[in-house]
Each structure stands twice: as C-alpha cells, then as structure tokens.
C-alpha cells in the first residue's frame, strides 16, 4: 500500500480511493440547479478531446465490412456468415489493485512516484491516517471488544491467505512502535483523546519500549494479551481510549506485509470499501488539493458539475459554508461526497471572481474507455485510451472497437499510460480480445485458488495490427496485458518500462465490522514465466520523456504512428491468421 497522499489524487467525489486503490455504460442523468452565477464567469478554453460514451454507440448486428476476427482458414467458409461475440469463460474476479492512486494526463505522463525518497516514514502513515474522517469515525465506533473481535478475524485471513505472512513477533513489534511514534503526532493525540502530560507521554513510551523487549509472541493469543496489556498501561498512564491502542494493532499488522495489502475502513455511508466501481454518488469532477481548496482537474460527463457549468481549473473553496483553504484532501472530499438525492452548495473561484451554486448529488457512470477515435483516417489507424480495468470494461471495450471498425480501422494503438490496473478477470478478458490462441498469464500463491493458468480462445479475438502504449505508471492489469501481446508476438509495446507492481490483491470484506481488508494472495508471471514484480514491461521500442518539458508533444504517440504501419507489425498479425498461433520469430528491433 502507497500511504503516502500524491500530490495528484484523481477523485471522483464519491471517492473509491482506495485504493486506491480499487466500473457500468451510460452516464447518470443528473437535475440541473438553480440559479448559475458561475456562468457570468469568463471563459475556460474546452478542451477538444473526443471522449468515448458507450450509451451512444451503435453496434449493427451484420457489419459493412469483412470481419475483424481471427478465423483460421481450415474454418473459414463454415465460419464466414457467423460472427463470434462474447466474453470468454472467465474465472473467479480477484482484484490486482482496488485503490486509483493517481491518474495521468490523456497526452503527458506524469512525474515518476516509485522511488525510496517518496516512501512515507510512520510518522507520516499515523499523520495521514488520522485525517482521514473514514478513520475516525471507525475509530469512533470500536470499543476494546469489538477491537480484538476484528484483529482476530484479521489475523486468521492475514495466516491464510497472504503470500507471505509476517509473523507475529513482527506484527505486534510494529504495533507497538506504530503506538509510540503516534503519540508525537497531533492528529493521533486528538483523535485518540489523550490526557497525558508531556512527562506522562514520555514515561508511557518508555514502558512500550520495555514490552516491546519482554513480550513474546507466537499466535493469535499471545498477540490480543499484548494488545490488551497496551491498552491497559494506556488508559492507567495517559487516559489514552483504547480503541485507539486496537487500531493500531490492527495497522500494525498490516504495515508489517507489503505495501498493497491493507485495511479498508468504512465509507461514509457506512457500507465497506469494495475497490473499483462502475459508478459513485457525487457531484462528478476529479479534483487534487490547492492551497485555496480543491482544484478541479476534470469533469466527468453528466455529472451534475457540469451541468451547472464548473470548469477544469476552477477552485471549490467552500462547501456548505466550510472553508477548504489548507485543508486535508480527504477532509475535504468528505464535505462533497454523500447520498444520492441530497443537495450541496459549492462556492468556486475562477480568474479572481467568486460564485455560488447548488447541486444535487447524483450517482455518476464511470467509463474506462475515455477516448476513442480514428486517428489516422486516411491510413485506418484507430485510437483507444484505457483508464481502468474494471468489471463493465470490456462493454465499453467491445463497442468501441466495433465502432472503430465500422469508421475503417485497419490497425490500432492502445494507450495504456497511467492506467494503474484494475482486475484481473478483465486483463484477462481483454488480452482474449487481441489473442487466438496462446498463454495470456500465470498466478502463483499459496493456495489451489490462487495458482493459475490462463489461456486464450478463438472468439472474438480480433485481428488488426496493434501497439499498445505504456509508461511508468502503467502497473498491475496493464502490465498482464502489455506482456501477454508481447510475450506471444501480438503486437508491439511502445513507450516506458512499466510500473513493476506484479502482484495480486485480493479483496475480503470483514464478517466483524463494516471494513474490508485487501490482501496480497499471488504473483503473475508473463507467458514466458517471467515474475512481473519488481521488472515490470520492458517496452520493444523505448521513448525517451523529458518530466521538465512544458509542450504538448507527445513522442510516444509520434512514435506509435511512425511503427503502427511497419510490415513487420502486420506480420505479427497475419501469423496468427495462418498458422493458428504465433510463430517463433524475433521481435521488430527498436
């Protein structure tokens, strides 16, 4: 888990951050308010950027053109008047990662964030833990009971089904440090309500430190009697609420795994976090923190944000008279998001002038295909932008393909920059989109649900030439798909050395209380066998990106549409069509 809070969250304002952390067709029609003084504002340039809507897309039942499906030729006269479409059998859904942490311009990509420099100190973790209202109110809801009910439940699912479980020793010794260093953090102190003086804090730290050294742990049991020995050299030292002691034992415990596994407190609405979605309740804009309030980034279409004519680059300063300036983004957010139905008032800044308006909050559609278009007309080259891999991805997928087919695709570009993954049932699925046949990935865990072999099949596998874009922050789903078109000769990678994520999470909501915990339970391996964690893609052809540079060019899609007709590329296509799998041959040199 990524704890720290980048310096850009795309949130869409009903926030399934997370993961974040970690989405069905059609956008929610939304009431429109009344009165608009925003609209008096000046003018905000639009951007010209064709965005993918699948409610509106047509998809005829016999195409106008031949078929773009892979029909091997021992087949295809039987086969010519049938046209396969359908998902392939898919297995169990087993997110690669529920949280969105950040989400990249459609033509720049954003500054690395995989670097030991940006890792967040405990210190950091406890800071930004407590800020988050979700926290306090789970915080609010514990009693010392309920506490040792849910890390129990915890730990058994953290035995089972974690990849490599830490011990208890270890669990417990980061409880405990964890509860330390909290006690220098404002936001712990508030939140935990503690009374103590300085001197008492100080003495109180002192005897962590001695249980630390004396305790010994090795099971569950040992593990609650230390929790409850904290607790109660807590409430006796520094009136400290033991609920407190109990949430820090559970982040303790999962602070002890990797980074993507981690607990999930509740929404606001009470339910359990539950990763991607296909919608959210909100008012439809991503936003990411300014000094002034909440910067918005974009509009998401229908939303009721854009209705009321808010625009990318305004600034949310209040809402329902709360003053955002300085505030903590998900303090913040937690003023916007709410029910449906319910009625918010936003105050915005844009160019040094100020306006008012209500909104209704409305469940807003969120699409993964955010851009389709022909590119290219006069050579056939489509273009399709993919933000997430989530469960109504490949709808969008299908009709955007088709759509692209009957405008006279011959050849497409799949841009996967910034796509941070999604699930791995739809990677799956989409990489049986471009792949007759042939090993899509590989999943190795310790149990017989999470060591897999996945494969792919002839229906509705389509055949145009592709190259698939990607970056840095391309991980997880992205890079399961990249690998396979590459590994089996597909298509050619463009772009970037991808993420490195490499891991499989998965999601369990908890039977004790209304969260969630997030579990990594497998590694992936490419077609090849090659262990994606920590290596990631490396692409066929690498562009060199300037972070600094401030133009609008992009050498990655300059690039793509340089190599997109080269033979070679064809070829790679044309082998599936003849021979029914890919031929051993070198892939095209960069």
């Not at 260093?181 to 008492?200: D, H």
């Not at 039977?511 to 490419?526: D, E, I, M, V």
């Amino acid at each position: 888990m990524r704890l720290r809070i980048p310096a850009m969250l795309s949130i869409c304002l009903a926030i399934f951050m997370s993961s974040h952390g970690w989405a069905q067709s059609g956008c929610a029609r939304c009431v429109a308010p009344t009165g608009n003084p925003l609209k008096n504002l000046p003018p905000v340039v639009r951007s010209e950027t064709t965005r993918f809507r699948p409610d509106r897309l047509q998809v005829e039942d016999t195409p106008a053109v031949p078929s773009p499906f892979y029909v091997p030729e021992r087949e295809e006269t039987e086969l010519r008047a049938k046209r396969l479409f359908g998902s392939p059998k898919a297995p169990a859904l087993i997110p690669t990662d529920s949280v969105v942490d950040e989400t990249a311009p459609v033509n720049k990509p954003t500054p690395k964030v995989k670097s030991n420099a940006n890792k967040p100190t405990v210190a950091e973790k406890i800071a930004a833990r407590y800020s988050d209202p979700r926290v306090i109110r789970m915080l609010q809801q514990l009693s010392p009971q309920s506490s040792e009910s849910i890390y129990g439940e915890v730990s058994e699912l953290i035995d089972d089904r974690h990849l490599s479980p830490a011990t208890y020793a270890r669990r417990v010794d980061s409880a405990l440090d964890h509860i330390s260093q909290a006690l220098e953090v404002p936001a712990f102190v508030s939140a935990a309500q503690v009374r103590g003086s300085s001197s008492q804090i100080a003495a109180f730290q002192e005897d962590l430190q001695q249980l630390r050294k004396q305790v010994r742990v090795r099971n569950t049991n040992d593990a609650l009697q230390a929790l409850r020995s904290a607790q109660q050299m807590a409430s006796q030292s520094i009136g400290i609420n033991p609920a407190a002691i109990g949430m820090e034992f559970l982040y303790g415990a999962t602070d002890s795994l990797d980074q993507f596994s981690m607990l999930l407190p509740p929404e606001k609405n009470g339910g359990p976090s539950v990763g991607l979605r296909d919608n959210v309740v909100g008012i439809g804009v991503e936003i990411e923190q300014n000094p002034a309030g909440l910067k918005i980034l974009k509009l998401i279409p229908g939303g009721p944000a854009g209705q009321a004519d808010l625009r990318c680059g305004d600034i949310i300063t209040h809402v329902d008279g709360h003053d955002l300036k300085q505030m903590e983004l998900n303090r913040a957010v937690d003023y916007i998001v709410g029910p449906v139905g319910t009625q918010i008032q936003i105050q915005a800044s844009r160019g040094g002038r100020s306006g008012r308006v209500t909104l209704t909050r409305q469940k807003i559609a969120l699409h993964s295909v955010v851009d389709v278009r022909m590119e290219d007309r006069s050579r056939g080259i489509g273009y399709l932008k993919l933000e997430q891999f989530a469960e109504s991805t490949m709808s969008e997928i299908d009709s955007a393909l088709n759509t692209l087919h009957q405008q006279g695709m011959e050849a497409l570009i799949l841009d996967l920059r910034g796509n941070p993954g999604g699930l791995l049932t739809t990677a799956i699925a989409l990489s049986d989109r471009f792949l007759p046949t042939g090993t899509i990935v590989s999943t190795r865990g310790r149990t017989v649900a999470d060591n897999t072999k996945e494969v792919a099949h002839y229906a509705n596998t389509w055949k145009v030439p592709l190259v698939v874009l990607i970056d840095h922050n391309s991980a997880s789903a992205s890079e399961i798909f990249a690998a396979a078109i590459q590994d089996n000769r597909r298509g050619l990678v463009v772009g970037e050395k991808s993420y490195g994520k490499g891991t499989v999470q998965t999601l369990f909501p908890l039977q004790t209380f209304p969260a969630a915990l997030r579990l990594t339970t497998a590694k992936f391996y490419s077609p090849e066998g090659r262990e994606m964690a920590g290596a990631g893609v490396t692409p066929d052809v690498k562009v060199a990106i300037d972070p600094d540079s401030n133009s609008d060019d992009d050498p990655v899609m300059r690039e793509a549409l340089r190599r997109i007709t080269d033979p070679q590329i064809k070829e790679m296509a044309e082998r599936f069509r003849r021979t029914g799998e890919a031929e051993s041959e070198p892939r095209v040199a960069a």
